[in-house]
């Protein structure tokens, strides 16, 4: 989601009375009508005034490779506890952000009011303080890029760069993970949404699966981890808990593009931005996914600046590398890998909210819907500021206000169904 055109640091209570009564916003979408009487009757509003949310970039409210206050104020979780008429505390971080989002269109190549490249080393990116007046941890302490064992083990201290330490720093007090800060706050209910950055990190092109640093997980280690957070959760005695599996597809997040897709569009290419095609695309290489957003996207730029030279066309290739080569390129073989690990994790997932009695919910709810993934269109790539349709941001991997909404509607009727809460929702 990109930051609507106003920047003003606000003390966060008069920010969220100003930006709950924006029923038109695409940033605040407005509140489904709420029975006080029948979500006190089934603690619904309880359990959201005492929720935590642990997770990932999505459950952050991470959109347009970037995170301010807007953004998260749509995050699934903030989304969630609206339905049942509450407001969850979350670290909001002041305008530009840490770090800014991208600005529209992808072809400025720049970042919202900071003007700094899209692609320029993290740590040099601005990252700026929270809203006066947070009191960390609050009740999301989801953060962009965490993996189960940071969850479990990074600190604002131990986080993995400099990057990282600046943004964990803006979401959890001194010495505390997730988990610990999650736990501390006693909660009645808790939302677990990990998973995605153990399987996601092979969009480099390289589907190698084992320990750190290979980019997926051991499905095996996945599993421990993943019930250290839920008997961490347990030993809390957390009453209401939410599981969230993984796309079942994780390759239809629409930055992918097969060569094929690639091939079909060589005209536009070539002419307007001045790439040419190789056979490769459409024969060899059709099956190929590539990652459009950093294999293709900056050959045309490259191509629009040879071609103001008066330059010839920059060739373009779908081939792979090689599979320890990043190349952001999957080949069929590569991306078997990825669908059968996600597989498993999945049904780690679902395994243990059913031997746990846990609600269950997937990422589906947002992925699989067919406007997630629109056609690709290399012509609008570049030109507008809504390339990967009307449920995703600028980043073509984290969902806008629209897309976070749809998962906070699973989320519910989730809830819904194995606790009985009677969230409101806009199902039949």
Known sequence: MMPRKRFLTLPIAAML????????????????????????????????????????????????DGVFFESQESSWPAQLARMGNREITQPYIQSPGCPAPIA???????????????????????????????????????????????ALFSTPETAPDVASRRLYSRVLPPGETQVTAMTAQHPKLVSVELGSNE???????????????????????????????????EATKVKHVLLVGLPTNPLVLPPFRTGAEIAANAPVLLVGFNVAVQADCATTSAQNLIFVLLKLAPVMQAGLAAKALGQPPLPFTCAAGGPTVVDFVLTPAEQSIVTMVTAQFNAIIQAEAQARGFAYTSLDALYAN?????????ATLLTTATPFGPLMSLD????????????????????????????????P
């Open 17 to 64: 009375a100003a930006l709950a009564g924006c029923a038109d916003s695409p940033v605040a979408p407005a509140r489904a009508a709420v029975d006080d009487v029948s979500l006190q009757a089934s603690e619904g509003r309880g359990v959201f005034q005492r929720y935590v949310a642990v997770g990932t970039s999505t459950s952050m409210g991470w959109a347009s």
């Open 104 to 150: 529209p269109p992808l072809g400025g190549g720049v970042r919202f009011i900071t003007g700094e490249p899209i692609l320029a080393p993290p740590a040099t990116l601005a990252c700026a303080p929270l809203v006066p007046g947070i009191t960390l941890p609050t009740q999301n302490v989801a953060i962009n890029g965490a993996r189960i064992a940071d």
């Open 199 to 233: 399987v996601f990190a092979a969009r480099s092109g390289i589907a190698l699966v084992g320990a750190p640093p290979l980019p997926i997980l051991d499905p095996p280690t996945f599993a421990t981890q993943y019930r250290q957070v839920l008997d961490s959760i």
């Open 370 to 378: 067919p406007a997630a993934r629109p056609p690709f269109n290399a």
């Open 396 to 427: 073509g991997l984290h969902p806008n206000a629209a897309g976070q909404a749809l998962i906070a509607q699973a989320a519910a009727e989730a809830l819904n169904s194995r606790y009985d809460l009677g969230i409101p929702t806009s199902a």
